[in-house]
Every structure is written in structure tokens, then in C-alpha cells.
């Protein structure tokens, strides 16, 4: 995380409507991606937290879109929560604006801010700690997708094109490989091999959607454990984090995505690859979850992929740890030599045991 000073910290939250006085900002979070900070007001001697973000421009090359996008999709499910009764536990992200109504603002460097009211009395996962944590991680997040049917995708930016398209990111694999700027590949050729021998199947669930089997939706795609708050309480899902690339996409590459990032035994980034395998139990309560969550939305072709696609987003992920290795670690946050790279191998090995637990999964299907 870049060095930012608690008086630049406070000049920003200044911009933003807040009643109080700045007390500290404070590094916040495990996120690759962005800086984050959660901040302290003191108003009238009662302290107050909010967070304050600054969005990656090397990730997201227009921000201002992502933000676009963000205050659309808070909105319509602020409404959608006020509206339904039954839906008064749950929480949305809430960003403060300024005095001009905007929901952003700008450092002296061009990076774009912004701030929201911070979640309280609610906490994130790396890893989940039980079947249960899974089961109400994929209801709120099939919950997510439901309370955004009714939106219009085409009135949503797409903030990074291709993002969950898995053929082309094994095509920017092999552009990496073939630069190779930092004369890292042949030291990878056995996770280059690992790719490539499954790169015939890696297009398997664009291709139903060109056919026209599976339509496109509103989708969350970083559907991880730490992108969702649990209530300190009752447990219960109840506000879901990380909304820059929210845009059209395929609901069932949210729930690959929980695949891979709630039934691992291990830690993204772990290196002693032994520790690392596919949770059936919690793969079956992701299951269940996703499909209450999700209610009657889903077509009969996106619930037939939901196996697959836990095997593809994740050798997905793991591509992209592997290309942002070669390029010299431009994309994701590291915090040791070779840190993607063992995040790469963690996933192919988490890939591995997926593929030998595949016909169980499908199984769930059958049994209803």
C-alpha cells in the first residue's frame, strides 16, 4: 500500500459530507487491488468510522465509470431493501458525497477517492470457518444477483472488458510468455503446461452463452469469501463489499468464483501445496445456498454449469497470477518475492482436486 500522510488522508475526507473531526485514518483490509483505510470522526464525542478508498487506475483505466457504476447499483438496492420488509437486516455499501453531489473526488495526482459510511458490527473471511459461513455467503450473494434482475445491463459500464472471458486471458498468458519482460517463463514451464492442457476446454461456458443458452446478467465477479460482511450477531450475510466490476457478465461465473475462493483449505496465497484441496461440504452448502439465493432466476443451463464453472474460474484466477508473474508483478499486490506465483500454483493444485471431486458435484444436481 502506497505512504499516504494522515494530513493528505484528512484533506480528502474533508471534501466528502461529514460531520465531525478527523481523528485517524488507518490501513484496512487484504485486498489486492486498491488502498484502503478505515477512518475516524469524532462527533460530539462519539466516534465514527467510514472508509476511504482509492481506485487502482493501473486496473481500472476509467474510474470515473467504475464510480458510475457503483452509485447505480448502491442506489437500486438501497431501494430494493427499503422496500421489502423482509429485507431490513441487509446492508449495501453507502458512499458519501460532496458538497457538489458527487460521489468522488480527486488527489493533487489525478487518482480518484471515494468514501463510505463504514459496515459496522460485521466482519470478512480470507477463509471460512465452516460449511455454515458458506451457505450464507452464496444466499446473499444469489440474493445480490436476484435484487439486481430488474436492472438494466445495458445502462451499466463495463469496467474491465473480458474480465471472466477465460480463453482470453490464457490468450494474454501467452502474449506474456512470448515478451517475457522479466525472463521469468521458462522457469514456469510446468504451470505454462498445466494451462495450455486444458486451454481447449477453458471456452466451454462463453460458448453456451454465444449459442444463446445462458443470458447475461448483472454480476457481481469477485464473488471471494473477504467480499462479503457476516453479522457479528446472527451470522448472516449481509452486505457485499468490492463493487467495481459489478457489470453485465454470467451469474454462473459467481458462483465459480465462490468455488474457488470459499471451499479451499488453505489461504490464496499458501505455499505448502498439501494443505490445499476442495471442501465437499462446503461446496455442497455453497450449492444450496446459491440456488435459494438465487430463488427461480436461474435458466436450466446455467444450473447444470455450476460444477464447471467452479473449475474454470479457478483456473482462470490461477492464469492470471501466472501472467501477472511473467509481466513482473504490475496487477495484483505482492508481498514476497514470487508471491503470485505461489498463488498460481496454489490454485492449479486447488484446480486438481476439484476436477477429481467433479462428479460429485454434478451428483447434487441429480438429487435435487
Not at 6 to 15: C, G, I, T, V
Not at 55 to 77: L, Q, Y
Not at 227 to 252: K, R, S
Request: overall charge negative; hydrophobic content about 35%.
Amino acid at each position: 500500500m502506497a505512504n499516504y500522510s494522515q494530513k493528505q488522508l484528512s484533506e480528502l475526507m474533508n471534501q466528502f459530507i461529514v460531520y465531525g473531526d478527523y481523528v485517524v485514518a488507518v490501513p484496512f483490509g487484504s485486498g489486492h487491488v486498491n488502498d484502503t483505510f478505515q477512518v475516524t470522526f469524532d462527533q460530539g464525542g462519539i466516534r465514527l468510522h467510514y472508509t476511504l478508498q482509492r481506485v487502482n487506475r493501473n486496473v481500472f483505466s476509467d474510474p470515473v465509470k467504475v464510480m458510475e457504476n457503483v452509485d447505480k447499483i448502491t442506489a437500486h438496492i438501497l431501494d430494493r431493501i427499503r422496500r421489502d420488509r423482509q429485507e431490513q437486516q441487509k446492508r449495501t455499501l453507502r458512499l458519501l458525497r460532496t458538497s457538489k453531489n458527487m460521489p468522488y473526488v480527486f488527489d493533487k495526482n489525478g487518482d480518484l477517492w471515494r468514501a463510505y459510511v463504514f459496515v459496522e458490527r460485521a466482519r470478512a473471511y480470507d477463509v471460512l470457518e465452516d460449511s455454515a459461513q458458506a451457505y450464507r455467503m452464496a444466499t446473499a450473494f444469489g440474493e445480490f444477483q436476484n435484487q439486481l434482475v430488474d436492472f438494466p445491463c445495458n445502462t451499466l459500464h463495463e469496467t474491465i472488458p473480458d474480465f471472466h472471458n477465460t480463453p482470453k486471458r490464457i490468450e494474454q498468458l501467452e502474449e506474456a510468455i512470448k515478451l517475457d519482460p522479466k525472463g521469468r517463463a521458462k522457469s514456469v514451464a510446468r504451470e505454462i503446461d498445466f494451462v495450455m492442457s486444458r486451454k481447449c476446454e477453458a471456452g466451454y461456458l462463453i460458448k453456451l452463452y454465444n449459442e444463446g443458452a445462458i443470458p447475461e446478467r448483472i454480476t457481481h465477479n469477485d464473488t471471494k469469501s473477504s467480499n462479503i460482511l457476516f453479522d457479528d450477531l446472527t451470522g448472516e450475510g449481509v452486505c457485499i463489499l468490492d463493487l467495481d466490476t459489478v457489470m453485465p457478465g454470467l451469474a454462473i461465473h459467481d458462483f465459480g468464483d465462490m468455488v474457488r475462493s470459499a471451499t479451499t483449505s488453505a489461504e490464496e496465497d499458501e505455499m505448502d501445496l498439501d494443505k490445499v484441496e476442495m471442501r465437499f461440504d462446503m461446496y455442497e452448502a455453497l450449492h444450496r445456498g446459491y440456488l435459494l439465493g438465487t430463488g427461480d432466476i436461474l435458466v436450466e443451463a446455467e444450473r447444470e454449469c455450476l460444477a464447471e464453472s467452479g473449475r474454470l474460474i479457478t483456473l482462470e484466477t490461477g492464469c492470471r497470477f501466472l501472467t501477472d508473474y511473467i509481466n513482473g508483478d504490475v496487477y495484483f499486490k505482492i508481498r514476497r518475492p514470487n508471491h503470485n506465483l505461489d498463488r498460481a500454483r496454489n490454485q492449479f493444485k486447488l484446480v486438481t482436486s476439484i476436477e477429481s471431486q467433479m462428479d460429485a458435484m454434478k451428483s447434487l444436481l441429480i438429487r435435487g
